[in-house]
């Protein structure tokens, strides 16, 4: 597709489950980028992929998350024993990152519920 | 994490008014970007600047790259209801660092 597609939409989960979140960059975009979102709040990063380079993965909040990144292109971001606080938007975005260029675009997020 | 402070953290202004928000950083900057995000909307990019001092237009936005890199201000000019929304400012420091940090947004509502 032309732009980033992030799956589910929407996903209620009970507390205590593991879940998965798909990002699906812009093809060609070497870099991508998960971020958090609390209601009302601003862009919480959480991980940074880019390349074939070792993920920056400063700003995962605890153990229980964890993303990956196959084949330069799709990710996964997984959250294991959900707690309640982890109930937000995940954002992902990518972007080309050529020549100086980092203009991020990003996908409609996953609305994350932990009842 | 690290944020960059953006301001105001809302305004409400009337149809027709220009309105300014800024963002600075205690760390300099390469990159500077501008978002617009709707409700259940992701964030879609208004502006990039990447020289300090860059000025650059997008309609009735105009965004500049702060001197010292460790700002930049968003104006939009002749404001209407479709300009309600969260902005945020994001920066990038470049090179090897290459996440992207967010301000906390800044909330427009504008009065019919």
């Known amino acids: 597709g032309a732009g980033v597609s992030q799956s589910p939409s929407n996903k209620v989960t009970e507390k205590g489950k593991d879940v998965e979140l798909r990002c699906d960059p812009i093809?060609?975009?070497?870099?991508l980028y998960w971020y958090r979102q609390s209601l009302g709040q601003g862009l919480e990063f959480l991980i940074y992929f880019q390349g074939n380079s070792a993920p920056d993965k400063s700003g995962l909040p605890s153990d229980r998350f964890s993303a990956e990144r196959t084949g330069g292109s799709v990710s996964t971001l997984t959250i294991q024993r959900t707690q309640q606080e982890d109930s937000a938007v995940y954002l992902c975005a990518s972007s080309l990152v050529a020549r100086g260029n980092t203009e991020a675009f990003f996908g409609q997020g996953t609305r994350l519920t932990v009842v | 994490g690290q944020q960059l402070n953006q301001s105001p953290q809302s305004m409400f202004i009337q149809e027709g008014e220009d309105v300014s928000m800024n963002c600075t950083s205690s760390s300099i900057f390469n990159t500077w970007l501008w978002y617009k995000q709707d409700p259940g909307e992701g964030p879609v990019l208004l502006i990039a600047l990447y020289k300090a001092g860059e000025l650059t237009s997008n309609g009735r936005l105009t965004a500049q790259f702060g001197i010292t890199r460790k700002d930049s201000f968003l104006n939009i000019s002749a404001s209407i209801p479709s300009d309600v929304g969260i902005y945020f400012c994001a920066g990038n420091y470049g090179g090897s660092q290459g996440n992207l940090i967010f301000g906390k947004g800044t909330k427009l509502s504008v009065k019919p």
């Open positions: 093809s060609g975009h070497t870099a």
